[in-house]
């Protein structure tokens, strides 16, 4: 049995292993949908803080137990104010976009709400073809936060934005391709091992290349000094090179640090790229 078949057997909760370079997290709540908790959204950041410092950790996989990848917030947590709920949802989800190492997601079933919004703050998307999308909160009368609505604009531009906010209404895995929300879509059965052969891949590339583009690609416009002084004492570059004169395979020795992406507006206009200072909410 794999650890998404076991996590889906417990109780509300968030199951990890460590395997090849590879961490993979799964949201595990299969009475209500992989719904997320409270204790569920407070547990987050501080399992991605341990990952985020684990040289054995190359890459994060986030996914649902079963055949569902996360229907949102816990609605039963919203009930007395959903502010409680919203602050817990900002710092999980901005802990997930700040992940200093390749994040990718998983996704079978329902990703609604919480569920999108989690997806959203992974670096790329992959998608069982009968998967479902939907942000939710004009149903429930939330106000989406600012910041996650600007990732959402970022992925998907403002029209498709507008329609999934508006309206709540859920879109298949196709549409989803289409608009950006999601980078690869797979036939049913074919996602595991899509998301497990591209999880391989990038644990054979550089991690200096991956954080510098990261951190490039989410805005950061102040740090090209660093990255290049990184370059030049990391021997990544040369041992790239070397490989690829040699034709082998390269060994590369560069090690991305624990510490999560330090937050800088973007220059855009658009806010915060990923990091642990901007804020976002949950739709349930």
Known sequence: MDLREQARTAGPGL????AGGVATVVISNPAKRNAMTADMWRALPGLLEALAADPDVRVLVLTGAGDTFCAGADI???QDSPAGPQALAVEAEEALAAFPKPALAMVRGYCVGGGSQLAAACDLRFADEGASFG????KLGIVYPSSSTRRLVRLVGPATAKFLLFSGELIGAERALRTGLVDEVLPAGGLEERVGEFARVLVSRSQLTQAAAKEFADGRTDRDAYWSAEARGSGDTAEGVAAFVGRRAP?????????PLTVRPRTDGSGSGSGSGSGSGSAG
């Open 135 to 138: 942000i939710t909160p004009a």
């Open 76 to 78: 039963t947590s919203l």
């Open 251 to 259: 060994r590369f020795t560069y090690a991305v640090s624990g510490r």
């Open 15 to 18: 199951a990890h292993t460590v």
